[in-house]
């Protein structure tokens, strides 16, 4: 059937169009590098999922002491490094914060 | 540590199939002479059936699923029938010869259904 | 229209292999707009399989024969409702809907994290490559756009596969199996764009997570199909068939657990692209086992030529898979080790070993008539005995495990809080287990053991509920109904998770309570009028036969009248169904669902004699059986609750990715 084809065909030329339109659109770009994280960015990646589990660590740590699965001694001795371990991530993250000219307070945890 | 788990864990099923056995053989007609244990039958069923499975049994014959062998297997069977179950349809039950009947386990009948996605079951149960 | 169809497939073919093809280069090459191109192609390749899929559906809802696979699977009785869903009721529409679906989602995620340029330079390819193997087969060797001369009528639907649940269960079983596609291409497009960030997880959590939950009521729903429709008594026959979507699901389950793990611990990193890839392979193995005749199974299929290329296309993704985990293994570097045996990481581990042990051992059940065959030239094969030793033995401690898993804390447990948090749970188990003793239950050690962890299990996680609670209260003020629902709306993921399991709690026990103490009577000689039998309290009393025509089906009834104690307890009619046009039988089960044992009495036709009037009668009562199918439903409100938006969440997570910040000042 005609109608069938005729169909395809457009369907064809669509799909075309759908996939040159990044090319359409900016035939002269002055920059096709794709973005992709820098050495700066891997290790603030790196550092922020860091600081984000040390805070858990904590969370979780001070929730299974009130719910009772970490006895009160071992809290102590556990609450201790893990608060260290937090501080140390979040002072990491300082340096690159300052270096940034439009400073967003960073939220931290809940 | 875990690479050590996973391998027991493997030695311990392969041992069990190895050694308590719980495995069974498959064979089709053409296969089947000479071998007197226990084993499950895979064949197409061939006509005339006659009998009755909740009487003295059902009795049809067997032939290979595919390829030439002309060999018919006679089955005797007692139990449930599937719906399913006709002259053409591919079965499989589980029982052993005597003499040259074979016969099969009670309710080990199981059709298999011609379309893709339809089984149909004796009365193996869980 | 066919030749639309045709047209439209091959179209979707040209297109992925584009975004394979400029995909890869792409990333490779780190071109922009070539990445962008690849990734509209991507989508792309959604609209024009959307179309083809259109050009199937009002074949089939027409009834236009031309089309061979209508006239395969339809017929013009057959009500418009099944007649659409035969769309997947053959080889080659069911690729479709693959397809469908695959390209779908891949249109889906891939828009929703279009702004992680990177990965998804990456991802496009690995899907592309993915959905080029199911455009080729279905362009060029399974099609479902084939014309052939226009027969009278169509051969019709086989009469068991017209019920609800046939509707609905390939579906749902699809949407699971093609969902664990997405996890692993972002995984493969973490190791390939190498980051060494968790972005990858964070993105895929609710696609995984969604994904299960589809694969597991699609398990359901096939089983209670095969429960009602089927009825041979039971729900699930360890064939291979099903055994193919059981084995990705606990692979699946594993990578859930697991991924947990690698978030909070940075463990783990290694085992978690093990398990996606070991998940997602599953589940193309599972299709190909399904399709290609290679493991004989009640599904009977000639040897398809579709067996060839499915397992070409699994040896290469998994030789793919592994060249590139062994490559990027450097990457993949822990960042802590375990602390302790006794963690609630180490619970995970035990789990994760468990679930795996069991999928492998199921594997190898299916697999081994093949192995045997290729060595030895003489075909073996296991059957049930093989498949509970083994349900046994891994699932009975998972099912412990998931009791003992809320009550340990993260990283280290204090031993002495173990005693105090083990206390109540273990009591629950010890009475559960005595008073079933004291009852007469005591005959099966699998089905005691299973009720005895099911207490411990349930105590536990209703402890763990109400310990939230209290320490929410205490820390909060609130009352008790708000410290509840905040408790569990602040961390949906945990209770969300409790709940699915209490969900797969109530299978266990269900499960156990439908096999292990199940009773089974069917008199040798049959019933004559006005005969009756005794089971397990029950006396049914076999009246006579009735029939009557149906819309499509001559049906006839046994009359059957249950009694317990004297009083009339129901009416049952289990018989079977004739249908003309497929020449064929089915058998009509008649069910009655009994609130005393939330089970069912179930009676099965045997067989009828007519003229004789004997009715060979099989009945079995099942206790608990009914808690398998709640257990459905408690398992997806638990995966709502899991997946639900939690917009602080979300915003953490935003500005944890944020590139703004990140090439600014650079």
Redo the contacts between chains.
């Keep these: 059937m005609t109608l069938a084809l005729v169909l395809g065909a457009v369907l064809a030329v669509l799909a075309v169009l759908l996939v040159a339109r990044p090319f359409l659109r900016e035939p002269a770009p002055a920059d096709d590098r794709l973005a992709e994280p820098g050495e700066l960015d891997r290790r603030r990646l790196e550092l922020v999922e860091e600081r984000d589990r040390a805070l858990a660590a904590l969370k979780e740590l001070e929730f299974d002491h009130r719910t009772g699965k970490i006895s009160d001694d071992d809290y102590r001795a556990l609450v201790g490094p893990l608060r260290r371990a937090a501080a140390e991530a979040l002072r990491a993250l300082e340096p690159r914060a300052e270096s940034r000219v439009a400073e967003r307070p960073t939220r931290i945890g809940r | 540590m875990?690479a050590l788990?996973?391998a027991a864990?493997?030695a311990?099923?392969?041992l069990?199939?190895a050694v308590v056995g719980?495995?069974?053989?498959?064979?089709s007609p053409s296969e089947l002479a000479g071998h007197t244990g226990h084993v499950?039958l895979?064949g197409t069923v061939v006509g005339p059936v006659s009998g009755d499975?909740?009487g003295a049994g059902l009795r049809f014959r067997v032939k290979d699923v595919?390829g030439t062998s002309r060999v018919t297997v006679p089955i005797v069977y007692t139990g449930?029938?599937?719906?399913?179950f006709k002259v053409g349809r591919?079965i499989?039950l589980t029982g052993r010869l005597h003499g040259a009947t074979f016969v099969g386990d009670d309710g080990s009948l199981?059709t298999?259904?011609?379309?893709?996605?339809?089984?149909?079951?004796?009365?193996?149960?869980? | 229209m066919a030749e639309l169809g045709r047209a439209a497939l091959l179209v979707t073919f040209g297109l992925v292999v584009y975004a394979l093809v400029a995909g890869s280069l792409a990333a490779w090459k780190r071109r922009r707009r070539l990445a962008l191109s690849a990734q509209n192609a991507l989508l792309a390749a959604f609209g024009t399989t959307l179309v083809a899929a259109t050009v199937l559906l009002v074949a089939l809802a027409r009834r236009d024969f031309t089309f061979q696979y209508v006239a395969q699977h339809t017929s013009r009785s057959l009500p418009l409702g099944y007649a659409l869903s035969a769309f997947w009721g053959g080889q080659e529409g069911s690729l479709l809907l693959w397809l469908l679906i695959l390209s779908g989602y891949s249109a889906l995620a891939v828009w929703l994290n279009r702004r992680a340029r990177d990965l998804v330079a990456w991802v496009v390819p690995v899907l592309g490559l993915v959905a080029a193997f199911f455009a080729f087969m279905l362009c060029f060797v399974s099609s479902p756009f084939v014309v052939a001369p226009a027969p009278g009528d169509g051969a019709g639907m086989v009469p068991s596969l017209q019920n609800p649940y046939m509707l609905a269960h390939p579906p749902m079983l699809y949407l699971g199996y093609v969902g664990l596609t997405i996890p692993f291409a972002f995984g493969m497009g973490a190791l390939l764009s190498r980051r060494t960030d968790e972005r990858w997880i964070v993105a895929t959590r609710r696609w995984t997570l969604a994904a299960w939950t589809f694969l597991g009521i699609g398990q359901l729903l096939g089983a209670h199909w095969a429960y009602v429709e089927i009825g041979w008594g039971g729900y699930y026959a360890w064939d291979p068939v099903e055994n193919a979507a059981l084995m990705p699901w606990l692979a699946a389950t594993a990578f859930l657990h697991s991924v947990m793990i690698q978030e909070k611990r940075g463990m783990l990193k290694v085992w978690n692209m093990v398990l996606v890839s070991l998940a997602f392979l599953l589940s193309i193995f599972g299709t190909f086992l399904t399709r290609s005749g290679v493991v004989n199974s009640i599904h009977s299929f000639s040897q398809s030529p579709l067996g060839g290329w499915f397992l070409g296309f699994i040896a290469l993704m998994t030789a793919a898979t592994v060249a590139l985990i062994y490559i990027r293994l450097p990457l993949l570097k822990a960042r802590t080790r375990l602390e302790s045996l006794v963690s609630r990481e180490a619970t995970f581990l035990y789990n994760n070993l468990l679930l795996v042990a069991l999928c492998l051992t199921i594997l190898w059940g299916v697999m081994y008539p093949l192995l045997t065959q290729a060595l030895r030239g003489e075909t073996r094969s296991v059957s049930k005995p093989y498949y509970d030793f083994f349900l046994h033995t891994f699932g009975l401690p998972l099912l412990l495990l998931m009791g003992i898993g809320p009550l340990v804390a993260w990283r280290r447990a204090s031993v002495r809080a173990l005693g105090r948090t083990f206390l109540v749970p273990l009591l629950a188990a010890v009475v559960t287990g005595v008073a079933l003793i004291g009852v007469g239950l005591g005959g099966s050690t699998p089905g005691l053991l299973t009720y005895t962890f099911s207490a411990f299990v349930a105590a536990s996680i209703v402890l763990e509920f109400w310990r939230g609670t209290n320490a929410r209260r205490a820390i909060a003020g609130e009352s008790l109904p708000r410290a509840f629902t905040s408790l569990v709306a602040r961390n949906r993921r945990r209770y969300g998770g409790y709940v699915v399991h209490a969900a797969v709690l109530l299978l266990a026990i269900g499960i156990a309570g439908s096999s292990a103490y199940q009773t089974v009577r069917e008199p040798a000689h049959g019933l004559r009028p006005r005969q009756s039998m005794e089971i397990a309290g029950y006396t049914l009393t076999y009246r006579g036969l009735s029939t009557r025509q149906e819309a499509d089906a001559q049906a006839t009834r046994a009359t059957v009248d249950v009694t317990r104690g004297g009083s009339h307890v129901t009416t049952l009619h289990p018989g079977k169904n004739w249908y003309p046009v497929e020449q064929q039988t089915s058998n009509e089960v008649s069910i009655y669902h009994d609130p005393r044992n939330v089970g069912d009495l179930f009676t099965i036709a045997d067989q009828i004699d007519p003229k004789s009037q004997v009715l060979f009668l099989k009945v079995l009562v099942k206790p608990l059986v009914n808690l398998i199918w709640v257990a459905g439903f408690i398992f997806v409100l638990g995966s709502v609750i899991a997946m639900w938006p939690d917009a602080v969440e979300q915003r953490r997570l935003a500005e944890r990715y944020a590139p703004a910040a990140m090439s600014a000042g650079l």
């Design positions: 875990i788990s996973v864990a493997l311990v099923f392969i069990y199939t719980g495995a069974t053989t498959q064979l499950a895979v499975a909740h595919s449930s029938v599937p719906d399913l591919h499989v199981v298999k259904c011609p379309s893709k996605y339809a089984p149909a079951k004796g009365s193996s149960s869980t």
